[in-house]
C-alpha cells in the first residue's frame, strides 16, 4: 500500500488531454504533494492506494483545469460599462478615460479577486493577464491559490500606475523586483500593441523579457485599422514588424493575430512565438475573425483567450469552446473543422504550451500538477452521453463545474470557493459600480 493524499474514484469519465488522447470509464486518479501519481482503473487503485482524502465521483467527468490565454482581470469592474462600439471608439471614449478615473491599487485587487472567481467557478484553473498594477492580480491570484502569469502592462502614454511614460522600464523593474516567490505565479510583462507603443519601447521591453527569461505579450493585427496604422507607419505588416524589431521567439505572446496574412503566419511559426485565440472578443468589437483552421494546418501553437470581461463580456472559457467550434464552421461553410477534440486541446495542453507551462500542466498525467475540474453530468443537458469531449464542447455550462483543484488543493467544493467570503467581494464590487455609475451621469 502506497500512501497519498488525495484519492478520487467512480468517475464516470476521465478525460485526460494526453497525447494519446486517452480517455477512461470508471476511473481513478491519486493525488501526492500536489502532483498526479496515478491515473487509471478504479478497481487497481483501491488496492495501492492508502490515502488521507477519499472522494466519489460519480456523475462527473473529470478533466484538466482550462487555460485562459489572455485577460485583463481587473476590468470585471467595467462589464458592460459600453457595448456595441468600435474598438478605437471603445478604447480612447470610454475604457482609456475610465481607467484613468477609477484605476488604482485597490480597485486592480477587487476587479482580479472577481475575476478569479468567476474563472475559477467556470472550469479556468491557470490564466493570463495584463493589465497595471499587476502586483495586485498577483496578490489576489495567491489568495485564491489560483495559477497564473500576470503581465505589467508598458504603453507609450501616461497609464494609472506610471504617469511618465518615459519610466516604464522602471516600473517594470519594481514590478519584478518585488515580485512575491512562488511557484503558480509568475510574472510577465505586457506591451499594450505595436499602435500604442513605439518600436524603441518594445525593443526595449522584449529585452528585459528575455533578460528575465519571462513571456513578453502583446496585443498584434487586432483590427483592419490597426493593420494600415502599422503599414502606414513602418512600411511593413504588423508581424513583419515585429520580426524586425527582433521581438519574436517562444517567450512572445501575440494576442489576436485576426489579421495575420499568410506570410507573417510563416513568420510566427519559424520564430516559435505563440498566438491566442479570443473569438468571443473579436465577434462583439467586430474585429474580424482569425483564420484558426490555417493557423492549425501551419502547426502554429496557440491557445485560447476572454480578453477583458468588458469586451466579452464574460470569462468563461468553456463556453468560448462552443463559439470556437461553432463560429469557424459556419464562416469556413465546413462542419469538418475546429473539431470538438482540436478545440478542447486549445484550452488545455495547447494552452498550456503557448504559456510555456506544458510540463506542469494541460493534461492529467502522472507528475504533472494537479489542475482538475470536476463536471456535473446528472444534468437534462448531459443526458445521454456518448461522447464526453462532444459533451464538454458542445453542452457543458459554467454551471456543471461542481470541483476544481489547483496542485491538489481544492478550491471550489460542490461550487462553493473555499478560501474566502465571495458575497462581501460582490459586495464591494456593486459599491464602486454604484460610485462609477454617478461619476458617468456627472460628465
Ligand atoms: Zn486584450
Given at each position: 500500500m502506497t500512501r497519498t493524499d488525495l484519492l478520487i474514484k467512480d468517475i464516470d469519465y476521465l478525460v485526460t488531454c494526453d497525447k494519446e488522447w486517452n480517455i477512461f470509464q470508471n476511473a481513478a486518479l491519486a493525488v501526492t504533494d500536489g502532483k498526479i501519481?496515478?491515473?487509471?482503473?478504479?478497481?487497481?487503485?483501491?488496492?495501492?492506494?492508502?490515502?488521507?482524502?477519499?472522494?466519489?465521483l460519480k456523475?462527473?467527468?473529470?478533466?484538466?483545469?482550462?487555460?485562459?490565454?489572455?485577460?485583463?482581470s481587473p476590468m470585471s469592474i467595467f462589464r458592460g460599462i459600453a457595448d456595441d462600439m468600435?474598438?478605437?471608439?471603445?478604447?480612447?471614449?470610454?475604457?482609456?478615460?475610465?481607467?484613468?478615473?477609477?484605476?488604482?491599487?485597490?480597485?486592480?485587487?477587487?476587479?482580479?479577486?472577481?475575476?478569479?472567481?468567476?474563472?475559477?467557478?467556470?472550469?479556468?484553473?491557470?490564466?493570463?493577464?495584463?493589465?497595471?498594477?499587476?502586483?495586485?492580480?498577483a496578490s489576489a491570484a495567491l489568495s485564491c491559490g489560483m495559477r497564473a502569469i500576470v503581465g505589467q502592462g508598458v504603453l507609450d502614454f501616461p497609464t494609472p500606475d506610471n504617469p511618465?511614460?518615459?519610466?516604464?522600464?522602471?516600473?517594470?523593474e519594481t514590478f519584478l523586483n518585488n515580485f512575491p516567490s512562488n511557484?503558480?505565479?509568475?510574472?510577465?510583462?505586457?506591451?499594450?500593441?505595436?499602435?500604442?507603443?513605439?518600436?524603441?519601447t518594445m525593443k526595449i521591453t522584449k529585452?528585459?523579457?528575455?533578460?528575465?527569461?519571462?513571456?513578453?505579450?502583446?496585443?498584434?493585427?487586432?483590427?483592419?485599422?490597426?493593420?494600415?496604422?502599422?503599414?502606414?507607419?513602418?512600411?511593413?505588416?504588423?508581424?513583419?514588424?515585429?520580426?524586425?524589431?527582433?521581438?519574436?521567439?517562444?517567450?512572445?505572446?501575440?494576442?489576436h493575430a485576426v489579421w495575420l496574412e499568410d506570410k507573417e503566419l510563416d513568420i510566427i511559426k519559424e520564430h516559435s512565438a505563440t498566438l491566442v485565440h479570443c473569438v468571443e472578443s473579436n465577434l462583439k468589437l467586430a474585429s474580424g475573425i482569425a483564420p484558426v483552421p490555417k493557423w492549425m494546418s501551419k502547426g502554429i501553437t496557440f491557445g485560447l483567450g476572454t480578453d477583458g470581461p468588458s469586451s466579452n463580456n464574460d470569462l468563461n472559457l468553456l463556453g468560448?469552446?462552443?463559439?470556437?467550434?461553432?463560429?469557424?464552421?459556419?464562416?469556413?461553410?465546413?462542419?469538418?473543422?475546429?473539431?470538438?477534440?482540436?478545440?478542447?486541446?486549445?484550452?488545455?495542453?495547447?494552452?498550456?504550451?503557448?504559456?510555456?507551462?506544458?510540463?506542469?500542466?494541460?493534461?492529467?498525467?502522472?507528475g504533472k500538477d494537479?489542475?482538475?475540474i470536476a463536471l456535473d453530468i446528472t444534468k437534462p443537458h448531459a443526458t445521454p452521453i456518448y461522447d464526453p469531449v462532444s459533451h464538454i464542447v458542445y453542452s457543458a455550462k459554467a454551471s456543471d463545474v461542481k470541483h476544481v483543484w489547483i496542485r491538489g488543493c481544492q478550491v471550489v467544493q460542490n461550487r462553493r470557493i473555499l478560501s474566502f467570503d465571495v458575497e462581501s467581494l460582490l459586495n464591494e464590487v456593486k459599491g464602486l459600480s454604484n460610485q462609477i455609475k454617478k461619476s458617468l451621469s456627472k460628465d
Open positions: 501519481v496515478y491515473v487509471g482503473s478504479n478497481e487497481e487503485i483501491i488496492e495501492i492506494f492508502r490515502a488521507k482524502e477519499t472522494i466519489s456523475g462527473h467527468i473529470l478533466m484538466p483545469g482550462l487555460v485562459n490565454c489572455h485577460v485583463h468600435p474598438l478605437q471608439k471603445w478604447l480612447h471614449e470610454v475604457i482609456f478615460p475610465v481607467e484613468s478615473r477609477w484605476i488604482n491599487r485597490e480597485t486592480v485587487y477587487v476587479g482580479a479577486m472577481l475575476s478569479i472567481i468567476e474563472m475559477v467557478l467556470s472550469g479556468t484553473t491557470t490564466f493570463c493577464d495584463g493589465y497595471f498594477f499587476e502586483e495586485e492580480v511618465e511614460p518615459k519610466n516604464f522600464l522602471k516600473r517594470a511557484d503558480l505565479v509568475k510574472p510577465s510583462v505586457f506591451c499594450h500593441a505595436p499602435y500604442t507603443c513605439s518600436s524603441e529585452e528585459f523579457c528575455s533578460y528575465y527569461n519571462i513571456i513578453f505579450q502583446i496585443h498584434l493585427a487586432e483590427t483592419k485599422q490597426e493593420v494600415k496604422q502599422i503599414k502606414d507607419r513602418y512600411g511593413m505588416n504588423p508581424g513583419e514588424l515585429l520580426q524586425e524589431l527582433g521581438l519574436l521567439d517562444d517567450k512572445t505572446l501575440c494576442v468560448e469552446l462552443t463559439t470556437v467550434a461553432l463560429v469557424h464552421k459556419g464562416i469556413n461553410k465546413d462542419p469538418t473543422v475546429c473539431k470538438a477534440e482540436d478545440v478542447l486541446k486549445l484550452a488545455t495542453i495547447q494552452g498550456a504550451r503557448s504559456l510555456g507551462l506544458e510540463e506542469s500542466i494541460g493534461s492529467l498525467e502522472v494537479a489542475d482538475l
